[in-house]
């Protein structure tokens, strides 16, 4: 792969376009973007925000949907050094204003009343590059420029901005690439959300190696998506994947690609298994937003019992286990600081970041994770793991998630309810006989509910803090936390 375009902490962006000029940089449903005609669409829009007022250090939210202004606005940070937001489509959007420091918002929607800051329309910034009379060259652009602001999916509890440099993204996506093996031939499908930081480092890493991605009309699409333009590489959540498998059309696709990346929740063994057994490339994944998405994967030549882990840290990245267990993350793709504590610090003294993620090193030098270290909450004087209680689920054929919260009840203090999409037609009293034969009785939740993948909205994962008001909602009026 040819990175002659990066040098001394700096990428020389001109040069990165210049080098790749005539290979395919983006197909959309309306054909295919050079990179020639990225450089020019780019430069288009850096010339409407200029001419919109947008001057370095400004933070610019975009609310839309997955698009091409999303990946342009989010090059156009680096070039101009403002601060780019993408923020959750679905989410009412006077919220998430009233939770972002933002001087400027791009949206196509209804602005509240109460918004008072500059909005503009993505139909003034797509406006033909033709207006552009004399592109000016860009600088290199160094390393170390803040450059995005990505939100935590908000699990839980309140969502969190992560601020990341151009360097983050640099480094996080040539780790991944050189562990793929990624090559210009390759096309990398857009399956996820851009305003996840999972999302936009596929458009990073098709950018650094020449080889394009694919931008579907709508994500409600991606199996469209798939069947047309057949991608080499695919970044999916569990669910994506179980959905994928029940078409045989597009398994034949996924038996031909160099990658199918899994993350974004744990995945079930069995899931792995059926995609192992039908010749599927499945890497499992362990990542983060704080870390700049993926920071391992399991290679593609390991042994059957390392895709039961999240596999090895990929390069410029590093892993270690603290005393009490829990999982610390380092290299040059953490974050830089978070949105609303610039002063703060997220670091341990050495570098490192401690996640919520309990783990261990196997023998192979594979992370394993093992839960979250913060949920864990007392049920009748016994500590209560969600995360066991999660595996036992996930252990079970057609269980693609599991989630497990606390809930008020009078005698016990707290017990556990638990949240599972099925792949399968749900069946409380089924799974509920099934754990009864895999944990002790203190850890069977009292009631399993059936979730549905709406409730995300938008997001790639579910919310916690949610679910455990509903559980807690519904307890109250079943009286004492379930039967």
Same mark, same amino acid.
């Given at each position: 792969?040819?990175?002659?375009?990066?040098?001394?902490?700096?990428?020389?962006?001109?040069?990165?376009?210049?080098?790749?000029?005539?290979?395919?940089?983006?197909?959309?449903?309306?054909?295919?973007?050079?990179f020639?005609?990225?450089?020019?669409?780019?430069?288009?829009?850096?010339?409407?925000?200029?001419?919109?007022?947008?001057?370095?250090?400004?933070?610019?939210?975009?609310?839309?949907?997955?698009?091409?202004?999303?990946?342009?606005?989010?090059?156009?940070?680096?070039?101009?050094?403002?601060?780019?937001?993408?923020?959750?489509?679905?989410?009412?959007l006077?919220?998430?204003?009233?939770?972002?420091?933002?001087?400027?918002?791009?949206?196509?929607?209804d602005?509240?009343?109460?918004?008072?800051?500059?909005?503009?329309?993505?139909?003034?910034?797509?406006?033909?590059?033709?207006?552009?009379?004399?592109?000016?060259?860009?600088?290199?652009?160094?390393f170390?420029?803040?450059a995005?602001?990505?939100?935590?999916?908000?699990?839980?509890?309140?969502?969190?901005?992560?601020?990341?440099?151009?360097?983050?993204?640099?480094?996080?996506?040539?780790?991944?690439?050189?562990?793929?093996?990624?090559?210009?031939?390759?096309?990398?499908?857009?399956?996820?959300?851009?305003?996840?930081?999972g999302?936009?480092?596929?458009?990073?890493?098709?950018?650094?190696?020449?080889?394009?991605?694919?931008?579907?009309e709508?994500?409600?699409?991606?199996?469209?998506?798939?069947?047309?333009?057949?991608?080499?590489?695919?970044?999916?959540?569990p669910?994506?994947?179980?959905?994928?498998?029940?078409?045989?059309?597009?398994?034949?696709?996924?038996?031909?690609?160099?990658?199918?990346?899994?993350?974004?929740?744990?995945?079930?063994?069995?899931?792995?298994?059926?995609?192992?057994?039908?010749?599927?490339?499945?890497?499992?994944?362990?990542?983060?937003t704080?870390a700049?998405a993926?920071?391992?994967?399991?290679a593609?030549?390991?042994?059957?019992?390392?895709?039961l882990?999240?596999?090895?840290?990929?390069?410029?990245?590093? &892993?270690?286990?603290?005393?009490?267990? /829990?999982? @610390?993350? %380092?290299? =040059?793709?953490?974050?830089s600081?978070?949105?609303? *504590? $610039?002063?703060g610090?997220?670091?341990?003294?050495?570098?490192?970041?401690?996640?919520?993620?309990?783990?261990?090193?196997?023998?192979?030098?594979?992370?394993?994770?093992?839960?979250?270290?913060?949920?864990?909450?007392?049920?009748?004087g016994?500590n209560?793991?969600?995360?066991?209680?999660?595996?036992?689920?996930?252990?079970?054929?057609?269980?693609?998630?599991?989630?497990?919260?606390?809930?008020?009840?009078?005698?016990?203090?707290?017990?556990?309810?638990a949240?599972?999409?099925?792949?399968d037609?749900?069946?409380?009293? &089924?799974?509920l006989?099934?754990?009864? /034969?895999? @944990?002790? %009785?203190? =850890?069977?939740?009292?009631?399993?509910?059936?979730? *549905? $993948?709406?409730?995300?909205r938008?997001?790639?994962?579910y919310s916690r803090?949610?679910?455990?008001?509903?559980?807690?909602?519904m307890?109250?009026q079943?009286?004492?936390?379930?039967?």
């Amino acid at each position: 792969m040819k990175t002659s375009f990066l040098a001394n902490e700096t990428i020389y962006l001109e040069g990165l376009f210049e080098e790749y000029r005539n290979n395919p940089a983006l197909v959309t449903p309306s054909g295919i973007r050079t990179f020639g005609e990225i450089r020019e669409r780019l430069r288009a829009v850096i010339f409407h925000l200029k001419e919109a007022g947008v001057r370095q250090n400004d933070s610019v939210a975009l609310h839309a949907e997955n698009g091409e202004l999303h990946l342009y606005l989010f090059l156009a940070a680096w070039v101009m050094g403002f601060l780019y937001l993408p923020l959750d489509f679905k989410a009412p959007l006077g919220s998430l204003v009233e939770a972002a420091p933002l001087d400027v918002l791009i949206t196509s929607g209804d602005v509240p009343p109460s918004v008072k800051i500059a909005v503009l329309r993505p139909a003034r910034l797509l406006q033909s590059s033709s207006v552009v009379a004399q592109p000016e060259s860009w600088p290199p652009i160094p390393f170390g420029r803040e450059a995005g602001a990505v939100f935590t999916s908000g699990s839980t509890g309140k969502p969190r901005g992560i601020v990341h440099t151009v360097g983050n993204y640099i480094y996080s996506a040539l780790g991944t690439n050189a562990f793929i093996g990624m090559e210009p031939t390759d096309r990398w499908l857009l399956s996820l959300p851009l305003f996840h930081v999972g999302g936009i480092l596929i458009w990073v890493r098709t950018l650094l190696s020449g080889s394009a991605s694919i931008l579907p009309e709508s994500l409600k699409r991606i199996e469209a998506a798939v069947l047309i333009h057949r991608p080499s590489v695919l970044s999916l959540v569990p669910t994506q994947l179980i959905r994928f498998l029940a078409s045989d059309a597009i398994v034949r696709i996924l038996q031909k690609a160099k990658t199918v990346m899994l993350g974004g929740a744990p995945s079930p063994a069995w899931l792995i298994e059926k995609a192992l057994d039908l010749g599927i490339p499945v890497m499992p994944t362990y990542g983060s937003t704080e870390a700049c998405a993926q920071v391992t994967g399991v290679a593609r030549d390991a042994d059957r019992k390392s895709y039961l882990t999240a596999g090895r840290p990929l390069a410029y990245r590093d &892993v270690r286990i603290g005393e009490d267990g /829990t999982i @610390l993350l %380092g290299g =040059k793709t953490l974050f830089s600081r978070y949105l609303h *504590d $610039p002063s703060g610090s997220h670091a341990t003294a050495d570098g490192f970041f401690r996640t919520a993620d309990a783990g261990r090193i196997d023998p192979e030098g594979n992370l394993v994770v093992l839960g979250r270290k913060d949920g864990i909450f007392i049920s009748g004087g016994e500590n209560i793991s969600p995360f066991e209680i999660e595996n036992a689920l996930l252990a079970m054929d057609s269980v693609a998630t599991a989630i497990v919260v606390p809930v008020p009840h009078g005698e016990f203090g707290r017990v556990p309810w638990a949240f599972v999409e099925m792949s399968d037609p749900f069946d409380e009293a &089924v799974l509920l006989a099934a754990l009864k /034969t895999r @944990l002790p %009785g203190y =850890k069977v939740p009292k009631r399993i509910l059936r979730l *549905d $993948p709406q409730d995300r909205r938008g997001k790639m994962k579910y919310s916690r803090a949610t679910l455990t008001k509903r559980a807690g909602e519904m307890a109250g009026q079943e009286g004492g936390g379930g039967r």
